[in-house]
């Protein structure tokens, strides 16, 4: 099996009829580089930095950020890297931030609603990336956005940091800024959201616990945290389609991504890059190329049509085993 996904390694992701996907990896640090080049990886679709502050009694500086942003960049060459901005909180902890304990850590002060509020750490990261943009092709992600004053107000703080480094004479390269579709509210938004941003990235992990009100980390109720959830695909396509209509492009980064029985939905509703860790990817890039593009596409209708997360289960594992 390992021996004949081999062949999928230098592939272009495309299906059966040609349409062309990209399949992009999730990474933590510069240290899991080695399986993302090893699987094909055509991108990096989510960074996730908050590991760079954790296990660690304080902040990196903005030297150490910029260099391991660096050299992911430098090592994807032209392929796009998609860097998210500090995600903490949650059911990440990070003890020299001295975040009081709260009630709800899931709904409460983290990622982007931290670094708004703790506006020099914000700008520290800022600065690492825009200074390590000039060594790929670097987008950068804001994490949590629920609303178009969350996007404008950290779209203020990055031009604030763009206007100091050129006063200084420090240069940097446009790039893409995007966000992370993940809670309800930004979802059912996205028409909205779309027009003040250049790319949608789907987080699953956290929106299908905010649409159904499943904590994720929680055993006793795992068995209601379903992708397959009908809610969940309806704000998915919601999110496609409304990407679309704006003009942007729409990737996924939750585990989603990188489920065979999502794909050919996922196909289907026209979502342009599938995020996933990168063991993933080869297994992916196999299934797309057997799905034609109207195949999928009478899939997604089918599902959108079902009432039971399930039945809908059952019935794309019967597509994806045929
Ligand atoms: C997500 O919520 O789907 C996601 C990719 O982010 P994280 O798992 O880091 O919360
Ligand atoms: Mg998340």
Redesign the pocket.
């Known amino acids: 099996q390992k021996e004949k996904l081999k062949i999928f390694k230098n592939k272009q992701s495309s299906t059966k009829d040609g349409k062309v996907i990209e399949l992009a990896a999730?990474i933590g640090s510069p240290n899991d580089m080695g399986p993302v080049i090893a699987n094909g990886a055509e991108g990096i679709g989510?960074y996730?930095t908050?590991f760079l502050y954790m296990d660690r009694s304080t902040s990196p500086t903005e030297d150490e950020q910029f260099e391991s942003y660096k050299v992911v960049l430098k090592q994807m060459g032209k392929k796009p890297v998609v860097i998210?901005t500090l995600?903490i909180g949650?059911d990440?902890e990070i003890p020299y931030l001295n975040m009081p304990k709260e009630m709800n850590p899931f709904l409460g002060y983290r990622a982007l609603r931290i670094c708004l509020d703790k506006k020099e750490m914000f700008k520290t990261q800022l600065r690492a990336l825009l200074r390590a943009s000039q060594y790929g092709n670097l987008k950068v992600m804001y994490?949590m956005v629920s609303s178009v004053e969350e996007i404008r107000q950290a779209n203020a703080v990055l031009e604030e940091v763009k206007q100091e480094l050129t006063e200084k004479g420090t240069s940097f390269k446009d790039f893409e800024v995007g966000i992370?579709i993940?809670i309800p509210s930004a979802a059912i938004n996205s028409d909205a959201l779309a027009k003040e941003v250049d790319f949608f990235?789907?987080?699953?992990?956290?929106?299908i616990q905010y649409t159904v009100a499943v904590d994720r980390m929680n055993e006793k109720i795992s068995h209601l945290y379903s992708p397959f959830n009908p809610a969940v695909l309806k704000l998915i396509d919601m999110t496609i389609t409304n990407g679309h209509k704006n003009g942007i492009w729409v990737g996924m980064?939750?585990?989603?991504a990188g489920n065979l029985k999502m794909i050919p939905f996922l196909l289907g509703a026209n979502l342009d890059e599938f995020s996933m860790s990168p063991s993933a990817i080869l297994p992916a890039r196999e299934l797309i190329s057997k799905l034609s593009t109207e195949e999928t596409q009478e899939i997604k209708d089918k599902v959108l049509e079902m009432s039971s997360a399930k039945d809908i289960e059952n019935f794309l594992n019967e597509v994806v085993s045929k």
Request: aromatic share 0%.
């Open positions: 999730n989510l996730r908050e998210r995600d949650g990440k994490p992370m993940e990235s789907i987080g699953t992990n956290d929106l980064c939750g585990e989603a």
